[in-house]
């Protein structure tokens, strides 16, 4: 029984059947409800345009005894409306009114010298004023009364509302009647249409093609009838099967020439890999070469560095330099690219710094140059470069920075224990040509440190898809000013590790510096540079 109603709900007979019944049903019956409305309306008009004619006989009675008689005089009037009445069965009462609202004549005596509590016509209307109100149960016509061209009375004509309504039940009936047979009519010439034109092909043209695929003879051939759409699907269908057929006799041929296309696939696929390895190793030993090994000595400074590089791509690196007796230069690189292009952009951009970082020049004008000169390399590719580009003035303290599509450095204050932001305004390098950018500068005390870091720290994430956060970061900071730079850098890097998950998922790179005291006298100098212990952390910290 399961199997029956699915296979019927699957079936298009019963589909078009259910579509057509529906825009059927609901097309005529659409029609049949704006017709009953249109029909009671030109039925309710009609009847009031006929109580119309009877008011104006009325009037017209009226008009010629006013001649003679005043309205209140007349004779014989009661007796006229009630011939009204007979001449015209659906004319349920006539009476007429004076102005004060007072039954002068009725059609049933009774009623006469009564009040009348309809809403009438005001003073001053016209003679072709008239209109229809509900009374209870009767629709009423109101015809003013004048003399000397004023209202003196009015004449009321009325009917019952379920004569409107017996007549509209009448229509409803016939036209209920009509819909029905419309409609079973039309189901059945559209379906005998569709069965014998499609439906019944379509089943026939299922039923062979069955029997071809159950028997695996491609050997057959549908029949096509007619030169319909089902026929050009007929005609499709053979084509099919002759192209299958032909496809199962070549078929060891097509199975030993592409056993021979993915060998050679798999041998173009294994070259291209190693030479995927080949570029991999030449990036690592590039990146080798953009992190410093040996970072320079001041008595000033105190740092600390630390380098996560997933694929030995170099795409994360920093670098410090000198500039002058009193400035040094600190630079942190973020690439987009991966591989071989990440270290090779890195690189060029580190030249680019080292070759225009002079002395008495602002930080924003050496990143603009940079900028320039990066965008005549790589302002055609898709791959992007945000750089944090400083300078640290050793005998004043001024550190001047200049932001360019990078993240923060942080400033933490030894005296006030507070972490700051230090940005200004910059766009990434080598997209713009004539981009511009700003340079913020402020003053370093004994103790303060400076953290700088890639996008790697702040937005890993941890199992739960929650990121790492600049706020961790800065609350990592004032939590740990009592510890030294290197165990700053080295715990902070171990907390992004457990965060997530004991393993790092994205490259990283974080530098930290402590100024520890201001340029002591003028001949002070820099000494030789120094390889500092344990300064490179690889992936398996």
């Known amino acids: 029984m399961k199997y029956l109603l699915f296979k019927i709900s699957k079936s298009i007979k019963v589909k078009t059947i259910v579509i057509i019944s529906g825009i059927l049903v609901f097309s005529i019956g659409l029609t049949l409800v704006v017709n009953i409305f249109h029909v009671n309306f030109k039925l309710k008009e009609a009847l009031e345009r006929e109580s ?28 006229f409306l009630d011939g ?5 069965p659906n004319v349920s009462y006539v009476y007429i009114s004076s102005i004060d609202q007072t039954i002068l004549y009725h059609s049933t005596h009774s009623f006469i010298g009564s009040k009348t509590d309809k809403i009438l016509f005001t003073h001053n209307q016209s003679p072709e004023n008239w209109k229809t109100v509900a009374n209870h149960d009767y629709y009423e016509t109101i015809l003013p009364i004048f003399k000397d061209n004023i209202q003196i009375g009015n004449i009321h004509i009325g ?44 089943e026939a043209l299922s039923s062979e093609m069955q029997e071809i695929t159950k028997d695996m003879d491609f050997k057959k051939q549908v029949r096509v009838k007619g030169n319909d759409e089902i026929g050009v699907l007929a005609r499709s269908f053979n084509k ?16 030993l020439k592409r056993t021979k296309a993915l060998n050679q696939a798999n041998s173009e696929l294994e070259i291209n890999n190693l030479q995927m390895k080949k570029d991999l190793q030449i990036a690592e030993k590039i990146q080798e070469t953009l992190i410093p090994k040996m970072l320079p000595y001041f008595e000033e400074m105190s740092f600390k560095t630390a380098d996560i590089s997933l694929k030995n791509s170099g795409k994360d690196n920093f670098d410090i330099f000198q500039i002058s007796e009193k400035e040094m230069a600190i630079v942190m690189i973020d690439v987009s690219a991966e591989g071989v292009s990440s270290a090779l952009i890195s690189t060029m951009a580190k030249i680019a710094f080292h070759t225009h970082s002079k002395k008495g020049s602002a930080s924003h004008e050496i990143v603009k140059k940079v900028n320039q000169e990066m965008y005549k390399m790589i302002g055609d590719v898709k791959d992007t470069l945000t750089a944090y580009y400083a300078i640290l003035n050793f005998e004043t303290g001024v550190f001047q920075f200049t932001n360019a599509g990078h993240f923060p450095a942080l400033l933490h204050r030894k005296k006030l224990s507070t972490v700051e932001e230090l940005s200004s ?25 400076i953290l700088l870091f890639t996008d790697g720290v702040t937005e890993c994430k941890n199992s739960s898809q929650e990121i790492f956060g600049i706020q961790r970061v800065k ?54 540079s120094v390889a500092i212990s344990g300064e490179m952390q690889k992936s398996n910290i």
């Open 425 to 449: 305004k910059g766009f990434y390098i080598g997209i713009l040509e004539n981009a511009s950018f700003e340079t913020g500068s402020v003053y370093l005390e004994e103790g303060d440190r």
């Open 159 to 202: 009917k019952q509302k379920n004569y409107i309504d017996s007549e509209n039940f009448t229509i409803l009936l016939k036209t209920l009647i009509i819909f029905f047979i419309s409609l079973v009519l039309s189901i059945f010439l559209l379906f005998y249409f569709l069965h014998k034109k499609i439906l019944h092909p379509i």
């Open 84 to 88: 009204i009445i007979r001449i015209n």
């Open 52 to 79: 119309y004619a009877t008011g104006l006989l009325v009037r017209k009675t009226i008009d010629n005894n006013l001649q003679y008689f005043p309205l209140e005089r007349f004779s014989g009037m009661a007796d």
């Open 240 to 255: 099919m099967i002759l192209q299958i057929r032909k496809y199962s006799e070549n078929l060891e041929e097509i199975v």
């Open 475 to 528: 609350d990592w900071m004032k939590e740990k000013n009592g510890l030294s730079v290197k165990e700053l850098v080295k715990g902070l890097i171990n907390n992004i590790f457990s965060f997530q998950g004991n393993v790092f998922k994205k490259d990283c790179a974080v530098l930290s510096l402590e100024f520890i005291s201001k340029l002591k006298a003028e001949t002070d100098k820099m000494e030789n």
